[in-house]
């Protein structure tokens, strides 16, 4: 019976609206707002010819050059041809290397995909050079190594994924490759149990290479590590190179000394050997890594930090050393003897006030003056000291690879919006032209998720954390936060245990009532997994967040993972939910109970999208399920129609990774409630102008189609997209 209802009102639905969108109005075009931050940043590299000619990585948005010394960027990807994500149109660039004899020569590698590219153009064109790597997806280039004496011989050094899981991050080997033709062929030197990255090659003997192998969020298929490895005889044979290295034998970071090549600095450390108590170190070798010698910490009772990711000589002086960790920058101007430590403000991390920096990759200092420096980030975004690492500004104005959950439009001011995602929290006060990072101090937020605005003022705002199950707030427009909330079963320690306020709903017209919708992490980044354990449900406050209490009665027999919320805005009673695994409730008492909704069109198992118009006598309710298109219901959930189906569109600009839909938001305009949007996952945003009769697709402008939320502003004339990897983009209605 359920298969010939479906049936029915598919054929009802296609006889009223047709079956497939159209392209939408060519005139509405989305604006990139280049921010805020964020990503998965790798390599930054300094033009050794020209200081004010920079090149940074982002696995999200491929590379970016600056002319002007890091003021502005412009995306250089033309020829590289590598696409992954949802979407399908993610430039998944990680490695990057400037050939020190001609700065037109420029090498780039992907993050999976095993795709080598390069230019002679000085990045104006890419051309493929992967002749002789046996290896596909499974790996991921981590660094070219150009020789000093012959530009046309290269070593490659890579991670290989052999697909098994460690204790927290995934176990690899490492690969290393060299062409001595200019990347017309490659021939493999060497494969082993830990990822191969940082390659020394002494310039006064090539036969002699040191490379370091490993990196803070990677295991070793051989479980400890390997440290650095040498050769002696061009990559004949390669033997351990470790004499004195104590602790963790996972290299973030190796740099050697321009005039004296047999001096190389190595920093080390790894979250998986912090969690079993092996700590990080810097080590400096003075002797071609013979033997080495640890240089920070000086004493073994003052680990204060224990995973050490990044190093640099300034090359003009290179008695000047930096050393990057998640926590501060540390710096050298004696050759290691003595380190002056530089974190934030109030015992907060490194970088600019307000952003959580994350992880530093690499250092890059300006070859003329080792004072200004450059650090990419695996959070994203590039940053700059001028005085030698005291303080930082961020550098990255114009691009961004930022993957946000959330964005939240003040109902006074349409302009005046809050995002939130894996780089955390930022505002903006000019529709995203200009971005200011919130960040939550003391660090105890991880990736940030939901975010919220009180009707009644801007400078009041809420927003969540995806592993700790946290909530904070801030009665100053973002300056200051307090923890209001924490759940006490979440453990950010334990990847099977992480939880997040996946929704943080502040009711229009009572806005001391608030709702938040908790769900297990993971939720955007496999929105499809099945392996997820069950999460807390809906906590209510009645007093602007001082006090939560749970309200789940009628959800005892779900996960508990709450995917969407939608509350009557003229009445703080009256809500609905969608789940995870579980389907759709409805709450006519504030909470206090939940009611099942049937739902025969709907796949029985999740719903991730809703949308509600609220009427005097029967609600239209808009949900989305996994790989279900869009369902409507004209009379409170009681009937059903499927007004937009599951399948794609073929699109011969791009294939998804998927051929289904997957929505993940539905908004309604506050001023047209016949106009909807609709954000997949896999295809961008489907508009409606007659309450879902038919749909358009509205793409044009969009750099990444995945998109993880949408958000109309009060008066209805702004649109805000929230993308997976391209930041926050802008549509005026």
């Not at 033997?239 to 290299?251: E, K, P, R, V, Y």
């Not at 998720?449 to 707030?473: G, V, W």
């Not at 998109?707 to 649109?719: D, K, P, R, T, Y």
């Amino acid at each position: 019976m359920k298969f010939i209802y479906r049936a029915y009102f598919l054929i009802l639905v296609f006889l009223i609206s047709g079956s497939m969108p159209a392209q939408a109005d060519s005139s509405r075009i989305w604006q990139k707002l280049g921010g805020p931050i964020g990503g998965l940043g790798y390599n930054v590299k300094i033009d050794p010819q020209d200081p004010k000619t920079i090149y940074v990585t982002d696995a999200f948005t491929g590379v970016q050059k600056s002319t002007n010394g890091g003021k502005s960027w412009s995306t250089i990807n033309n020829g590289i041809m590598t696409r992954v994500g949802p979407s399908n149109d993610e430039i998944p660039v990680f490695s990057l290397s400037i050939d020190p004899s001609n700065s037109n020569i420029i090498w780039v590698g992907t993050q999976g995909e095993g795709a080598i590219y390069k230019s002679t153009d000085g990045g104006k064109s890419f051309s493929q050079k992967n002749n002789g790597i046996e290896e596909d997806a499974a790996l991921t280039i981590r660094n070219f190594a150009i020789y000093p004496d012959d530009n046309q011989r290269v070593i490659m050094t890579g991670e290989l994924d052999v697909g098994e899981a460690g204790d927290e991050f995934s176990k690899v080997k490492g690969v290393m490759y060299r062409t001595d033709n200019g990347g017309e062929s490659w021939t493999k030197l060497w494969e082993g149990d830990s990822l191969a990255r940082w390659v020394c090659i002494n310039p006064l003997n090539t036969d002699s290479i040191v490379v370091a192998t490993g990196i803070f969020d990677r295991e070793a298929f051989n479980t400890n590590g390997l440290g650095a490895i040498k050769t002696t005889d061009e990559g004949e044979t390669w033997f351990d190179a470790n004499n004195g290295i104590s602790g963790s034998l996972f290299m973030g970071g190796m740099a050697m000394h321009n005039d004296l090549p047999a001096t190389i600095l190595v920093a080390t450390g790894n979250n998986n050997d912090f969690n079993k108590g092996i700590n990080g170190a810097v080590f400096l070798s003075t002797d071609a890594a013979e033997s080495w010698e640890q240089v920070y910490p000086q004493s073994n009772f003052n680990f204060d930090y224990k995973v050490y990711t990044s190093t640099a000589f300034a090359p003009s002086n290179p008695k000047i050393m930096y050393i990057g960790s998640s926590e501060a920058i540390f710096r050298s101007s004696d050759s290691g003897k003595t380190w002056t430590k530089y974190s934030g403000l109030r015992g907060t991390p490194w970088g600019p006030n307000g952003i959580r920096a994350g992880v530093p990759i690499e250092i890059q200092v300006d070859p003329k003056n080792p004072n200004i420096v450059y650090v990419n980030n695996y959070g994203g975004g590039v940053f700059r000291s001028i005085n030698g690492g005291k303080t930082w500004k961020n550098f990255s104005k114009g691009y961004t690879g930022a993957n946000l959950y959330s964005v939240a439009v003040s109902d006074k001011k349409a302009n005046r919006i809050l995002v939130n995602g894996r780089s955390g929290p930022f505002k903006s006060n000019n529709a995203g032209l200009k971005w200011k990072g919130l960040a939550v101090n003391p660090v105890n937020y991880a990736e940030g998720l939901a975010s919220a605005i009180d009707p009644r003022s801007p400078k009041i705002m809420y927003i969540s954390d995806e592993h700790n199950a946290q909530i904070f707030k801030s009665i100053n427009a973002g300056k200051s936060w307090s923890k209001v909330f924490e759940h006490p079963d979440a453990d950010a320690s334990d990847a099977n245990n992480r939880h997040g306020a996946k929704e943080i709903l502040i009711s229009k017209s009572n806005p001391e009532i608030i709702y938040a919708g908790f769900s297990n992490d993971g939720l955007f980044a496999d929105p499809h997994s099945e392996d997820f354990s069950d999460s807390f449900g809906v906590y209510k406050s009645v007093d602007a967040g001082r006090n939560w209490f749970p309200a789940n009665t009628g959800l005892e027999l779900t996960t508990q993972n709450i995917t969407a919320m939608v509350v009557n805005p003229e009445n703080p009673e009256e809500l609905y939910i969608g789940l995870r695994e579980g389907g759709l409730y409805y709450s006519s008492n504030g909470a206090q109970s939940w009611t099942l909704i049937p739902e025969p069109i709907l796949d029985d198992n999740g719903v991730l999208a809703l949308a509600v118009d609220f009427q005097e006598d029967n609600n239209i309710i808009y949900a989305a399920g996994i790989d279900t298109g869009i369902c409507k219901s004209n009379d409170s959930g009681a009937n059903w129609l499927q007004i937009l189906d599951e399948d794609l569109i073929s699109d011969t600009n791009f294939t998804p990774a998927n051929d289904k839909k997957l929505i993940r938001a539905l908004r309604i305009n506050p001023r047209n409630s016949d106009q909807i949007f609709a954000a997949d996952w896999y295809s961008g945003i489907y508009i409606s102008e007659n309450a879902g009769q038919n749909w358009q697709i509205l793409n044009d402008g969009l750099e990444i189609r995945s998109i993880n939320n949408i958000e109309i502003s009060s008066n209805g004339a702004l649109v805000y997209a929230a993308t997976r990897g391209s930041g926050l983009y802008l549509l005026k209605i």
